[in-house]
């Protein structure tokens, strides 16, 4: 294992263990000890790593208060608070989203179905801007306080990043700002379509947020209601049955061992990060 301090590849494996049972290593260089979580994200935390990003996982999937999530873990031994789950939803949920978006770059389709919600933050209502493509699987979203033209340029540009290629085909409703965004962010050559019957699909899927969203009642601020709804996105579309809309939709025990496949990949990458 690499030292974190010094990055020597010379290290050799202590026969102790941390309290929670992590490995402790020692370099032979500059003769520090570190232990498996020295140097990573996960550092310093008084619970496990996997019980944390299950806390975490589980607060943004499901519909669970913060205090619903701290009373089912006492049923397991482990006794945190609600604040610790506020504190491990801020720490942890940036690096699930990041992970889950750089694993989907360049896997979206090129043609775009794009549209805005409504999103309470602090008692004002807040635009959350979203794009599918023609299967349903996201393209990207982004919370703004302004429903104007910069704001969807600065959407645009983001979907452009993480989709990796111009779309063919844009749908929006009839929104002013839309035409240009489109033709100074992806090109003059990208078809608009602008029409709400259109666009329906992308109506429909933000029943995802907003089912999720309702139990919580609004947000404090506008970063925690961007940092929950980008990794809610993220994590959705992580464990999205199908990718295409002819794919068959295999019987429920397949769905649920694929569940479990993904389940594990991602405590996997995220305890790898």
Known sequence: MTCPHCAAATTRDLTKTTQLG????????????????????????EFPTDIVLLVVVWRLRYKLSLRDLAEMFLERGFEFTHEAVRAWEARFAPLLAEQLRTKRKGQAGRAWHADETYVKVKGVWKYLYRAIDRDGN??????????????????????????????ERVTTDGHDSY?????????????????????NRIEQDHRGIKQRYYPTRGFESLESASRFCRAFDEQRQF????QSMGEHVPPLAEQRQEFCARWTALMSSLMAA
Not at 179 to 199: D, S
Not at 239 to 242: A, E, K, Q
């Open 138 to 167: 996201l393209v990207d979203s982004m919370l703004s306080e302004k429903r104007d033209m910069e704001a969807a340029k600065r959407f645009f540009r983001q979907a452009l990043d993480v989709a990796g290629q111009t779309p």
């Open 239 to 242: 464990f999205r049955v199908r």
């Open 179 to 199: 035409p240009r965004a489109i033709r100074e962010t992806l090109g003059e050559e990208v078809t608009h379509r602008c029409n709400q019957y259109l666009n």
């Open 22 to 45: 992590y490995r402790i290593f020692q370099c032979v260089v500059c003769r520090r000890q570190f232990n498996e979580r020295t140097g990573t994200p996960f550092n310093h935390l």
